[in-house]
């Protein structure tokens, strides 16, 4: 990941990545919050985003083919106020042309704060 | 919106705001965009998040309730790579409980690049 | 259609159809409710599939393609009680690999008792 | 459930059921298929509305609440064509106004076959 791009700038640290499941985290400060003092839930969203990319890409690359977002439905459990964003992305569906993830987004207590599905396209590279 | 917030981080620029309609914009540069150089797409889900979010609470606020994002559904239809992005967002319905909003993301050319679906919830302000 | 699918057995009446817009109409009768009276929610989802697939199907089985039905989000607005349920689809997006639509259900007095956005993927027939 | 109602018309046979799963199955027969032959996907999406709607019921109903459906978003991973249809619905999270479901289905091979994710809205019942 560039030092430019929008994973940096909201601060996401990965943690591990495959194309069976990916993780990361992203500590809580006042640029990730919307006006009510809690996450963004677009915050949310974006790691689920990136988690779900990033193994569909791992995935996939190697046959020639790139992974392209076609889908993000987010579901918000719970606000998160403080402390960090933990997040595990998992397949659910690995098809030629579409892949199905999902993500479950937990606070420091464990406690569920969001759940996305995700569908990437799996495309051929152009030359 | 505060100078510190997540709007402000992602350049967001509130162009109008009402209970039935709100647009904003967005200049496309790296901190907005993902590894493959595109804009990412948790970008054009946050955009559509902060328009249905401030819409509902322009509609509930006066009534002593606040608007939390329950859902959020992105389409993503065409890549964005330079310029603006472009949304509009509208409410599909305003129930007691639950607001509904369409926002479409549009690029300079005027080509719809994402749709979202969103359902906000209404609830009481605690005191 | 035949009349054993299951269109028919729902009794779906088709008013007009094509790749720019499908409309269709369904009487309400007990076969179409669930335990409380109202009509089942997955009849409402069923319409939408079927609408935004004979559209995608009217677009592409020319050349040679067949659409295949890959996500359905069905929002529910109001319950339905009786009366007939109407029905229009009119695509979001037509591209190379997959089309999106957005179906609007509605009452007798005209009242959004659903939307749904659907994705149609488009895949060559096998011979 | 009435013999009149819609889960009888599509042969729904319900195997158990609590607040904390919902299991079902259904024969496949012409009366599910749509034109090409396959299931119809509202055939999927209508036994997911069910059985969340019912594991709901059956957590809200002593306190004296009903379960309205809000969203089910239904996505199709294989095309299923003869056999029985299996179906597993389990909460994600139960909130005091919302609850939320993740629902498989599988063939009798065990393999998924679709996957959805549902809204149910917890309302007081009305006198």
């Known amino acids: 990941m560039s030092a430019e791009d929008f994973n940096h700038l909201m601060g996401l640290e990965m943690l591990s990545a495959s194309a069976d499941e990916v993780t990361a ?39 020639g083919n790139v992974a392209v977002g076609m889908s993000n439905h987010t579901s918000f459990l719970r606000p998160m106020l403080q402390g960090t964003i933990h997040a595990v992305a998992r397949p659910r569906h690995r098809g030629r042309t579409t892949w199905l993830w999902d993500v479950d987004i937990t606070d420091d207590d464990g406690r569920s704060c969001a759940i996305a599905r995700l569908a990437i396209a799996v495309r051929p590279q152009r030359p």
Do not use: F, M, N, W
């Open 25 to 63: 985290q992203l500590a809580i400060s006042d640029k990730l919050r919307q006006p009510y003092g809690l996450v963004h839930g677009g915050v949310l969203a974006s790691v689920a985003e990136t988690l779900a990319s990033v193994g569909t890409h791992l995935g996939v690359h190697e046959q």
